[in-house]
């Protein structure tokens, strides 16, 4: 009676051994969706931890999504991935200094103050940084986290925005986030968003 390994090790020697691809490598972005600074728990409704996928095809459907970009930007890395998001045609608020690194880059990008910014959000007649009307989407990265949490704290209370934090902190205000990630995953996260979003 011929077992299993012996079949097995008949199979090899035969040449006929199958071989199995390697698994594709899953980027998980919604483990340790804890909050990143721990004083910052917001009360019983917190941000829905989420895989990259989400987020970018959130944005591809948006009618008028803005991204707001902080002086974390400046890292060559998440740069690059800031300018891809841009090139896809996507509006930029860029906050704190970080319009040193992205106003020259042919982008739709403008200069704001995150705190006024937040305000002007939260009024459902404001007609946009560019005039043409109020956003559905609102996301964030590269961003202070404490000065960040505090912008998505007022979007949360005081308006009826959706807003997605893709930063590599849990940002707990937010309506879906990232959990606290690593470096290299957090670059990996951003790259799986831009594979959902429309090339122009």
């Known amino acids: 009676m011929t077992t299993k390994a012996q079949a097995v090790k008949r199979e090899k020697i035969a040449g006929k051994a199958e071989v199995k691809p390697a698994p594709e490598k899953v980027i998980d972005t919604t483990r340790s969706a804890v909050p990143f600074d721990t004083g910052n728990i917001p009360g019983p409704?917190?941000?829905?931890?989420?895989?990259?996928?989400?987020?970018?095809?959130?944005?591809?459907?948006?009618?008028?999504?803005?991204l707001i970009v902080g002086?974390?930007?400046?890292?060559?890395?998440?740069?690059?991935?800031?300018?891809?998001?841009?090139?896809?045609?996507?509006?930029?608020?860029?906050?704190?200094?970080?319009?040193?690194?992205?106003?020259?880059?042919?982008?739709?990008?403008?200069y704001a103050n995150l705190h006024a910014l937040a305000s002007y959000l939260c009024d459902p007649e404001w007609k946009g940084l560019d005039g043409k009307g109020g956003y559905?989407?609102?996301?964030?990265?590269?961003?202070?986290?404490?000065?960040?949490?505090?912008?998505?704290?007022?979007?949360?209370?005081?308006?009826?925005?959706?807003?997605?934090?893709?930063?590599?902190?849990?940002?707990?205000?937010?309506?879906?986030?990232?959990?606290?990630?690593?470096?290299?995953v957090f670059l990996a996260a951003l790259d799986e968003v831009i594979k959902e979003l429309p090339k122009r």
């Not at 690059?80 to 040193?100: D, F, P």
């Not at 960040?148 to 590599?168: E, G, H, R, T, W």
């Open 136 to 184: 559905d989407l609102v996301v964030f990265f590269g961003i202070t986290y404490y000065y960040a949490s505090q912008a998505i704290s007022a979007l949360k209370n005081f308006s009826n925005i959706k807003v997605i934090s893709i930063d590599k902190y849990y940002h707990p205000n937010a309506d879906m986030s990232f959990g606290n990630l690593k470096d290299d």
């Open 71 to 110: 002086s974390e930007v400046h890292d060559k890395n998440v740069l690059a991935r800031a300018v891809a998001i841009g090139k896809t045609g996507i509006q930029i608020a860029a906050v704190g200094n970080s319009y040193t690194s992205l106003g020259n880059k042919g982008l739709d990008v403008h």
């Open 45 to 66: 409704k917190m941000a829905k931890a989420v895989m990259p996928a989400v987020p970018g095809k959130m944005l591809a459907k948006a009618k008028r999504p803005l």
